[in-house]
């Protein structure tokens, strides 16, 4: 079992930036595919940004270039950076974790641990 928490989403102007936490509990982290989806008030969730367990990632077209996805297994955390933020990027953010540690999978039902989530409110 893991335990995922979120951390550090807030209000921003946009433009500005923040930087997402998610500190996973267990001593297997490093063997997990990790990924942060969002969702609006009204829409379905979607993908955002995904790390295998070797470091390999991708993020969604819509964030390329904006947004980053690290992690640090010693400290069992993946971030996620966002810059140049919009208003469209309002949202919970959620963090995820795929046992199958290769992988790197745009698809929630994928994902067997999640987060309770992070609100990140971007104002115009």
């Known amino acids: 079992q893991v335990q995922l928490v979120e951390s550090g989403g807030g209000l921003v102007q946009a433009g500005g930036s923040l930087r997402l936490s998610c500190a996973a509990s267990g001593r297997t982290f490093n063997t997990y595919a990790m990924g942060w989806f969002r969702q609006a008030p009204g829409k379905e969730r979607e993908f955002v940004a995904t790390?295998?367990?070797?470091?390999?990632?991708y993020v969604a077209d819509s964030v390329k270039g904006r947004f980053t996805i690290s992690r640090d297994n010693a400290k069992n955390t993946v971030y996620l950076q966002m810059n140049s933020l919009k208003p469209e990027d309002t949202a919970v953010y959620y963090c995820a974790a795929d046992r199958n540690g290769q992988r790197l999978s745009r698809l929630t039902n994928t994902y067997d641990y999640w987060g309770q989530g992070t609100q990140v409110t971007v104002s115009s």
């Open positions: 790390i295998n367990w070797s470091g390999y990632s």
